[in-house]
């Protein structure tokens, strides 16, 4: 497979493409983030995105597909605790020629900034509440011990019977 063009800003040369029409060229390649893309979320980007992708030409557009791998340091929003974990985004954009929809991205001049695509793609993908673990179960609103940590006694003292008791099960 062919190589597709990428200058040192990561702005991808199309004309190879249109050149070859219907071939696939590999497109991969590593960029910095901005801690700005994460925005009010306490998370941290933990290294460069990772784009694992491929770019073809046809029929007047180029379509990208493959996927863009993050590695996030994040805070459960259950139970407050940091933990490491790679946001894996699913790539597949069609990038007309000079279409300003808003929607998609364009070809301009020739080219195709994969490098604000990027930033896009993350900033638009960075969750606004993560779980260290699927059934993480959080902090006690009784005792806050971390109960992933260690058991405490508090569930079993607040019966079903007291009202707060019940609150708390519709709040979780
Ligand atoms: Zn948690
Ligand atoms: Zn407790």
Redesign the pocket.
Known sequence: MKHASINKNNMLDVKPLIADEGQKFTLCLEQELSPNLIGNNPYKFLGFAKLDATAVYSDGAVNIEGSLIVPMEYICSRCGANFKQNLFIEVCEKVLDGNSDGEHFEIRGDKIDVFEMINELVASNIPNSVLCKEDCKGI?Q??G?NKNEED?E?EISVGANNPFGLLKDKIN
Request: overall charge positive; aromatic content about 0%; proline content about 0%.
């Open positions: 006690c009784i005792c011990k405490c508090c």
